[in-house]
């Protein structure tokens, strides 16, 4: 297959005309909108609204015609990276393509048009979906009972420690100890935090497996739970991981597990096989709904039969009559973790997602996730190091090493950007590293012409390094100040 060059990929130089706003393009008088003569009274705004509510002059808004506006949005849009456009190989975020039918089914007027406060004879199918979500994610775990409420992956492990923190006070403990491995992913100390919890670290092992001796070493009466990630960050699926769950449970502690790689595991293992009591699921990640830009998001809880009576109310359940409905009537409950009942138009995603492959193509989306992380692996082993040893999950991680070279890795994944592929993770969890997950959903041709780009570029870095080091070149901006424009952000338009 032929690589791709800078001069070839979608990412090519904006002209002038491009950058310029809408202040700068429109003209007086343009509108984008015909709006005939108002057919309601006159009324005086002044003496209906005092002066006080008026500004002495008009905003500056721009004035432009509508065919001129679509244009500038669809430029500005082509300026963007998107799943759409682009590969995406954005190690821990899973960054996979949403399928469109999953988009018309959560855009059918049944759910859009439903109001939260509906009476519940009159919203009966999308709570029947809810509980078929639900009923899914229990077989699909392994564990008793799910919860849909979370609004996020962040959300949905606050809710699981708040629900283990809950078993514990209701056996009279007060446990504020949370141990997590060093590969755990950064939310999971923030959880401890906001739980009022302490977050200590165990060690991994040079394969970046669990140092079971730290563990043991840790594990004590004031713990509380462990947060594991299996497969964890550095690609690697732990095998001990039933032995973890036994050092923890022979101390009252409960296993925790970060949800956010089970596209890896689907049909293949179930968590609550190898002693998980809590996890949450991170739908973007594993099933498909949309990522990024703040939301919306989800993050269903799933817990073994010890902590069902702690989950979040209301529930949603099938009567005996055959009737869904919510149940508010759990003593032991943390509560609500948000408003309403969770976010619906992300669950019926998930579900038409999970529906539309069947148990089948939920193992087949396992199988092709691993499989492609260890092909994309495999081709660039020669030129790329590996600091931990195949065979690898859904992700790997590589750090670029070059003879008598200073170019980092930040110098590769701008350089990606002038071939027209998304950057990878960098330097998390471990320093200088590329994270690579390249999901079930990309073809082979697109897995190859991304490790015959990598190829190239190490290529360029032994022809002409200062090619890699200034990159990228075809954006429309270059290099930004990324410390400078987070903390002094300069957004404000001002006319020359």
Sequence with gaps: MRVATPESSTCKPKSASESRLLFEIGAPGSCAAAIGESDVPPVDRIAALGAESFAAAAPGLPEIGELDLVRHYKRLAHRLFSVDENFYPLGSCTMKYNPRVNEKAAGLPGFTDLHPYQDVADAQGVLELLHRLRTDLEEISGLAEVTLQPSAGAQGEMTGLMIINAYHRSRGEIRGKVLAPDSAHGTNPATCAMCACDACTVKSRPDGRVDLDDLRAQVDEHTAALMITNPNTVGVFDEQIVDIAGILHAKGAQLYLDGANMNALLGISRPASFGVD????????????????????????????????????????????????????????????????????????????????????????????????????????????????????????????????????????????????????????????????????????????????????????????????????????????????SRKPNVRWQPL
């Design 278 to 485: 809590v996890m949450h699921f991170n739908t973007h990640k594993t099933f498909s709904t949309p990522h990024g830009c703040g939301g919306p998001g989800a993050g269903p809880v799933g817990v073994a039969e010890h902590l069902r009576p702690f989950l979040p109310v209301p529930q949603v359940v099938l009567r005996e009559d055959g009737t869904f409905d919510w149940d508010y009537e759990r003593p032991k409950s943390i509560g609500k973790v948000r408003s309403y009942y969770g976010q619906v138009g992300v669950l019926v995603r998930a579900y038409t997602y999970i529906r539309s492959l069947g148990a089948d193509g939920l193992l087949d989306v396992a199988r092709k996730a691993v499989l492609s992380a260890n092909y994309l692996a495999a081709c660039l082993k020669d030129r790329f190091h590996m600091p931990f040893p195949p065979p690898y999950a859904h992700e790997f991680i590589t750090v670029p090493k070059f003879e008598n070279s200073d170019v980092t890795e930040l110098d590769i994944a701008k350089r990606l950007i002038d071939y027209g592929f998304h950057p990878p993770t960098m330097s998390w969890p471990i320093h200088h590293c590329l994270m690579i997950e390249p999901t079930e959903t990309e073809s082979l041709a697109t897995l190859d012409a991304f490790a015959e780009t990598l190829h190239a570029i190490a290529d360029e870095v032994d022809s002409d390094p200062e090619i890699v080091k200034t990159a990228p070149h075809t954006t429309p901006v270059k290099r930004l100040d990324e410390v400078t424009a």
